[in-house]
């Protein structure tokens, strides 16, 4: 186990395009500034999916879908 204290992080999100379903995905990642480690996240099922959440194989990166604020109200239109 790390004797680093885990203070301070780093965090990157990549926004990226699912054209085939017209949809978005912010990739979230996060490192101890310290040692480097990356943090896994937890309680998430493996893969990727348009509308729900979920993490890369070996969980250090969160798959969130994500859309614009007026996004349901446009499709209820």
């Given at each position: 186990?790390?004797?680093?204290e885990?203070?301070?992080f780093?965090?990157?999100?990549?926004?990226?395009?699912?054209?085939d379903?017209?949809?978005c995905v912010?990739d979230?990642?996060?490192v101890?500034?310290?040692?480097?480690?990356?943090?896994?996240?937890?309680?998430?099922?493996?893969?990727?999916h348009?509308?729900?959440?979920t993490?890369?194989?070996?969980?250090?990166?969160?798959?969130?879908?994500?859309?614009?604020?007026?996004?349901f109200?446009?499709?209820?239109?």
């Amino acid at each position: 186990m790390s004797e680093c204290e885990h203070k301070d992080f780093e965090a990157t999100v990549t926004i990226n395009r699912l054209e085939d379903v017209k949809r978005c995905v912010a990739d979230v990642r996060i490192v101890c500034l310290e040692c480097k480690r990356p943090f896994r996240f937890l309680g998430l099922p493996g893969g990727l999916h348009p509308e729900l959440p979920t993490v890369s194989v070996d969980a250090t990166e969160a798959r969130l879908p994500i859309a614009p604020a007026d996004f349901f109200l446009l499709e209820d239109s």
